[in-house]
């Protein structure tokens, strides 16, 4: 049994960028989700994003990430999942202007561990997705 990948699609839906540096900052993505056919070895989906921009300049400079997981019930995921982003106050510096890239992709979370999912060539089976999705990746400009 194949597992398939039906559709994936992502979005940046917000930008919320404050006027004074003394609010926080939250990005979205949301990407529909509709998988069948996983292996029952595969607990939980995942999606990963990540912002680089030179103007995070902390908690950790030049990056911010965050995650969402999902349960997989009867071998089938079919959802929105959403990941906000949240720069606290004070971590960026003078954005405007300045471009940010981004990039989000789907992770598999087993018994043993989190990973990627792989293509037909894998070295583990229950992570194989067909088709399996390239990250997603964009910019903007804070």
Same mark, same amino acid.
């Given at each position: ?7 994936? !699609?992502? $979005?940046?839906?917000?930008? @919320? %960028? ?6 926080? =900052? /939250?990005v979205t ?8 056919q ?12 990540d912002?680089?921009s ?9 990056? !911010?990430? $965050?995650?969402?997981e999902? @349960? %997989? ?6 959802? =929105? /999942?959403?990941?906000v ?26 018994a043993t ?5 792989t ?20 910019s903007?400009?804070?």
């Amino acid at each position: 049994m194949i597992p398939r990948l039906l559709t994936s !699609a992502i $979005a940046l839906i917000a930008l @919320s %960028v404050p006027s004074s540096l003394s609010a926080q =900052t /939250m990005v979205t993505f949301e990407m529909p989700v509709k998988l069948t056919q996983l292996a029952p070895e595969i607990l939980k989906v995942g999606m990963y994003c990540d912002i680089k921009s030179q103007a995070i300049v902390s908690p950790n400079p030049g990056l !911010a990430s $965050a995650t969402d997981e999902v @349960s %997989v019930v009867g071998g089938q995921l079919i959802t =929105t /999942m959403r990941v906000v982003i949240t720069l606290p106050s004070g971590s960026l510096q003078a954005p405007a202007g300045k471009t940010a890239n981004y990039t989000c992709y789907l992770t598999a979370r087993t018994a043993t561990g989190l990973g990627g999912f792989t293509d037909a060539t894998g070295p583990n089976p229950a992570t194989v997705l067909t088709p399996n999705p390239p990250p997603v990746t964009g910019s903007f400009t804070w």
